[in-house]
């Protein structure tokens, strides 16, 4: 009974210093409506993917972008460095460009060079592997960091990129319907082929 009691005691004493204390800085709280916007005097859109249909990150102030893309058909993550605009590609002589998915060991993304790329260094990097990128496919987002050299400056940036699952699975045997798991599986005959008409 005592227990109780000090336990409901404990329980009005927290809510109350809640309450006293408060949840804010003292600052107002302001709608989204009422904040302004944000400035940006260059040309690209944030919400617009990039010249190869990927989502462009942010590295540095702006100094450069980096194009994210989930590849389904060639099972390939790839990057493509950016200007500043996040049009025109920017080589490096970076060995490689680290995504870090915060699901364990980051992603290695090696050079491959275009044929605009001066020798020794690489505006693309990729990491093909039809394993990570199904499972990337199947999330449908990577929220992580991206990190690459450029010149000689390392460069971080925060990666919030969504993909839209559209990819088949073909190569999967189809799940057993909910509650019949252990059904088992019916074998018909091969069935002919008709005969062409001429």
């Known amino acids: 009974m005592f227990r109780d009691r000090l336990h409901k005691f404990a ?4 809510v109350s210093t809640g309450l006293f204390l408060g949840c804010g800085g003292g600052e107002e709280f302001k709608t989204h409506t009422e904040l302004p916007p944000p400035s940006h005097d260059h040309d690209h859109d944030h919400g617009k993917p990039g010249p190869h249909g990927g989502s462009l990150v942010e590295l540095g102030e702006e100094e450069y972008h980096a194009e994210l893309l989930v590849d389904h058909d060639d099972h390939a993550v790839r990057v493509y ?3 500043k605009e996040g049009k025109t590609a920017v080589p490096t002589a970076a060995t490689e460009v680290s995504v870090d ?8 993304l090696k050079p491959a ?6 020798e020794g260094q690489a505006s693309v990097f990729e990491l093909v592997d039809d394993e990570i990128v ?3 496919l199947d999330a449908g987002f990577i929220h992580g960091k991206l990190t690459v050299a450029i010149g000689e400056k390392s460069f971080n940036g925060s990666i919030d990129a969504h993909f839209d699952h559209d990819h088949d699975h073909k ?3 189809p799940a057993a319907p909910a509650g019949d798991a252990a059904a088992p599986v019916e074998e018909t005959a091969p069935v002919e082929a008709a005969p062409k008409a001429e």
């Open 113 to 118: 060079r275009q044929e605009s790329d001066p």
């Open 134 to 136: 199904h499972d990337l």
């Open 81 to 83: 460095l950016l200007d």
């Open 11 to 14: 329980c009005a004493m927290g």
């Open 171 to 173: 190569d999967e045997k």
């Open 101 to 108: 998915t915060g699901s364990g060991k980051p992603l290695l």
